[in-house]
């Protein structure tokens, strides 16, 4: 089974502190995701890499960034957390190597509830 | 860009009952169609997706989705819901750039009440 696993189940953290969320994958699987999932807003793409040291921009990047030096690893970084960054984070990994739509199953980790105060 | 999108945030039925979850996709190519299921405190799991090999689909705990194109619709369904199915479901479509990215609905909670 693929098994997809982050850090911290819950994290609180200050206003304005930098804030690193892990994310593992022991299925060596090429993709890797980040998302934040809030009330009413389903889940939004924040970071995606598709190879190790490769990152793109998913649909809300502002206030974040990604780091990937291994492949089975993928680190959301809040540089300077804000409230408004308070939310549900989950990682997911998949394989496809493909271009363009794919049929790939994204396998999900627990996610982690940050709380910025 | 491909969307979807799922009406009605809450949904509350019968134990026993049929359970009908809906989702409607805007793609400009043929889709990729999933549905995820996400259990208080979990992660999400894939439900089952729509690949192009047969417009009806099963997955697992007994639920089924009907690709429709005519309808651009990929409803999921459940002939007799358990307390257990109590979730949030996921609509979401495969996107056309790189890395099998997906988009998805902003979510349906099933509850099922005694």
């Known amino acids: 089974d693929v098994k997809v696993t982050q850090s911290s189940r819950y994290l609180v953290k200050r206003t304005g502190e930098k804030v690193f969320l892990e994310c593992v994958q022991d299925m060596d699987h090429e993709n890797m995701f980040w998302y934040r999932q809030d009330p009413g807003l389903g889940l939004r793409l924040i970071y995606f890499?598709?190879?190790?040291?490769?990152?793109e921009k998913g649909d809300i990047p502002e206030g974040y960034s990604v780091s990937r030096e291994k492949k089975e690893r993928f680190s959301l970084i809040l540089e300077s957390a804000s409230t408004n960054q308070t939310s549900m984070y989950l990682c997911a990994s998949s394989f496809s190597l493909l271009q363009g739509a794919s049929t790939d199953t994204q396998y999900f980790g627990p996610g982690t509830r940050l709380t910025v105060l | 860009a491909q969307s979807v999108t799922q009406l009605g945030s809450h949904v509350s039925v019968s134990e026993g009952a049929l359970v009908l979850l809906r989702c409607n996709y805007s793609?400009?190519?043929?889709?990729?169609l999933f549905w995820y299921v996400q259990y208080p405190n979990q992660g999400l799991q894939l439900l089952l997706k729509?690949?192009?090999?047969?417009?009806l689909v099963k997955g697992i705990n007994g639920f089924e989705a009907e690709f429709k194109k005519s309808e651009t619709s990929f409803h999921l369904t459940k002939p007799s819901a358990h307390m257990s199915d109590a979730a949030e479901y996921f609509c979401a479509v495969s996107n056309t750039g790189t890395a099998s990215k997906l988009t998805f609905g902003t979510g349906t909670r099933l509850q099922v009440t005694l």
């Open positions: 793609s400009s190519v043929p889709p990729y």
């Open positions: 890499s598709y190879d190790v040291k490769m990152k």
């Open positions: 729509y690949t192009s090999a047969a417009t």
